[in-house]
C-alpha cells in the first residue's frame, strides 16, 4: 500500500532550523508530483512548497521562499524540507503528499499557484512544528 510518513518536527526558538522528512513507500518519487503542506492553528492547511521530478519544477508559496527548501532522493523514496530560518508564524502541522501523477508538472505543481490538496491522492500524518520566542 501506498504510505507516507512525516517525521523531523519538535519545538524550536525563531531564527532556528529544521528538516522534515517524508517516507514515501509504495509508489516512485519518479512518478509522483510531492508537496508540502501545513495547518496552523485554526487555520485552514495550504500548500507551502511542491515539486516534480518531470522537469524538476519547484514552486514556493511567497511565505516560505528563500527559507525552505524541498528536495527528494528518488533512489531511496525520501522527500525533504528544510526550514531556516524558522519564523513564529512557521508554527503548524506539517504533511507532504503525492500526486497521482508526475505529469503534467503545470497540473501538479503549478506556477501560478499553490498546490492544491484535492489533486493529492496520498497524504502523511503530519508532523508538529512549534516556533517560540
Known amino acids: 500500500e501506498v504510505q507516507l510518513v512525516e517525521s523531523g518536527g519538535g519545538l524550536v526558538q525563531a531564527g532556528g532550523s529544521l528538516r522534515l522528512s517524508c517516507a514515501v513507500s509504495?509508489?516512485?518519487?519518479?512518478?509522483?508530483?510531492i508537496g508540502w503542506f501545513r495547518q496552523a492553528p485554526g487555520k485552514v492547511r495550504e500548500g507551502i512548497s511542491c515539486f516534480s521530478s518531470y522537469d524538476g519544477a519547484i514552486w514556493y508559496d511567497d511565505s516560505v521562499k528563500g527559507r525552505f527548501t524541498i528536495s527528494s532522493d528518488s533512489a531511496k523514496n525520501m522527500v525533504y524540507l528544510e526550514m531556516k530560518p524558522l519564523k513564529l508564524e512557521d508554527t503548524a502541522v506539517y504533511y507532504c503528499?503525492?500526486?497521482?501523477?508526475?505529469?503534467?508538472?503545470?497540473?501538479?505543481?503549478?506556477?501560478?499557484?499553490?498546490?492544491?490538496?484535492?489533486?493529492?491522492?496520498?497524504w502523511g500524518q503530519g508532523t508538529q512544528v512549534n516556533v517560540s520566542s
Open positions: 503528499a503525492a500526486a497521482p501523477e508526475v505529469n503534467p508538472s503545470t497540473y501538479y505543481c503549478s506556477p501560478y499557484g499553490p498546490p492544491r490538496s484535492i489533486l493529492y491522492d496520498y
Open positions: 509504495g509508489i516512485s518519487l519518479d512518478d509522483h508530483a
